[in-house]
Each structure stands twice: as structure tokens, then as C-alpha cells.
């Protein structure tokens, strides 16, 4: 299968978050193919460091795998310092699993939102 390719990522510091499977493990490979520096935040450690043993045999810049649980604001913020500046986030997880509205409860809400979205939150970090 052909793809196009686009000179302006080549090099470009690409953060994933849950890029340790599915849609994300996809953008992961996307971005290598592009010649990007792809960092990786997940918490399956198996499904992540199989996709960087795979994508490293033909990346110019192998992808790096960080282990990072979205919803513990002390290691995403450890993680991003450790990072540096970052040219694209690409904020993938969302642990959507399927349920009834009737077993929603505000601990679901709160956990399922905030993976999805504490990642984009503005700089600086909000105090804890
Ligand atoms: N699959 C679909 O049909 C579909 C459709 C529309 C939108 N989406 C969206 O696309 C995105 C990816 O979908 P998917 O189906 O690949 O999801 P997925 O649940 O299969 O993958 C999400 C990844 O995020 C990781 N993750 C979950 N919670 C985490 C946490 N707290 N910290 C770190 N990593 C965590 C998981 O380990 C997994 O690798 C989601 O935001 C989803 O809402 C998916």
C-alpha cells in the first residue's frame, strides 16, 4: 500500500497518548513512517513495547514508549517534564468502553473525562 508523506513532520516531536494499541498503536505508526520523533504515553506495557519492537526494525527515529497513566496529574506532569517541548500532541486515549446510562455514576464520568482531557489542559498545571 502506497502513502503520502510529508516533509514538514519529518523530525517533529509527536507525543500519543494511548498509543499502545488500537486507533492510537495506528497514529504511532503513522507518525514513525513520517520520520517523526514519536513519544508514546500508555499503561499496557506488553501491547506498547511490542509496537516499538516492531516499528524500530525499519523507523528512522525508533518510537519510545512511556509508561503514563493519564488520570495521576503527578506523573503526567513528571512525564512532560521529562519530554521537553513538544510540536504535536495528539490526545488519543479515551477508554470509551460501552455501558448503559443507567450504570453512569460520577467516579465514571470523572475518570473518563479525565483521561481524555487533563492531557490538553493549558500549561501551567493547575496546583494540586
Ligand atoms: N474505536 C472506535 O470506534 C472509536 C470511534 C470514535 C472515536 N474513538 C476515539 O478514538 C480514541 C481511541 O479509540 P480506541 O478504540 O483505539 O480506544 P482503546 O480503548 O482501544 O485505546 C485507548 C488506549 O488508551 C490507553 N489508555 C486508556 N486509559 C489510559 C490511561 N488512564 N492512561 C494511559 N493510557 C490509557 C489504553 O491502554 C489504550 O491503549 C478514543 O479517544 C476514542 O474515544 C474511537
Known amino acids: 500500500m502506497s502513502s503520502a508523506i510529508y516533509p514538514s513532520l519529518k523530525g517533529k516531536r509527536v507525543v500519543i497518548t494511548g498509543g499502545g494499541s488500537g486507533i492510537g498503536a495506528g497514529l504511532v505508526a503513522g507518525f514513525v513512517r513520517q520520520g517523526a520523533e514519536v513519544i508514546f504515553l500508555d499503561i499496557v506495557d506488553a501491547d506498547s513495547e511490542a509496537l516499538v519492537a516492531e516499528l ?62 487533563w492531557c490538553s489542559r493549558p500549561r501551567p498545571w493547575p496546583a494540586a
Open 56 to 117: 524500530s526494525k525499519d523507523a528512522a527515529i525508533a518510537p519510545v514508549y512511556k509508561r503514563c497513566d493519564l488520570m495521576d496529574i503527578d506523573a503526567l506532569k513528571a512525564t512532560f517534564a521529562e519530554i521537553g517541548d513538544v510540536d504535536v500532541l495528539v490526545n488519543n486515549a479515551g477508554n470509551d468502553d460501552r455501558h448503559s446510562l443507567a450504570d453512569l455514576t460520577p467516579a465514571y464520568w470523572d475518570n473518563r473525562i479525565g483521561c481524555a482531557t
